[in-house]
């Protein structure tokens, strides 16, 4: 019997194969994956770039644009790179520091 004839033919998109499929979910469990590796939130980079989701005023926490000693935003838990916090309102400097401040774990 013919895939036309039991049906089974009209679930599949026409051009799209498995084959296809498998790999475009590999290819973005691998970017996803390797951003993690290095730090980088390729899926978030847009929203970064846009918008940062920080909502505390830089007063409250005390913000500075420089680094306090070797405590700075680069290697905080809340960076969001390549100049974003999650809770410091705005747009920060990686070299900068708050009090917010938690060093990513090791």
């Known amino acids: 019997m ?3 004839q039991n049906g089974s033919n009209k679930l599949k998109p ?3 194969r498995r084959r296809d499929l ?3 979910i590999a290819i973005t469990a691998g970017i996803v994956a390797a951003g ?3 730090g980088v939130n390729p899926i978030g980079a847009a929203h970064a770039a846009e918008k940062c989701p920080g909502m505390t005023p830089k007063a409250t926490l005390q913000y500075q644009p420089h ?3 070797k405590d700075q935003c ?3 838990t809340h960076f969001i790179a390549p100049h974003c916090c999650t809770v410091v ?3 920060i ?3 900068g520091w708050c009090m917010a401040f938690i060093p990513k774990p090791a």
Do not use: N, Q, R
Request: aromatic share 0%; glycine share 16%.
């Open 2 to 4: 013919s895939d036309e």
């Open 14 to 16: 026409e051009g799209m």
């Open 22 to 24: 498998l790999k475009g």
């Open 36 to 38: 993690s590796i290095t």
């Open 67 to 69: 680094p306090k000693g």
């Open 74 to 76: 680069s290697v905080c």
């Open 89 to 91: 309102a705005g747009s």
């Open 93 to 95: 400097v990686p070299a």
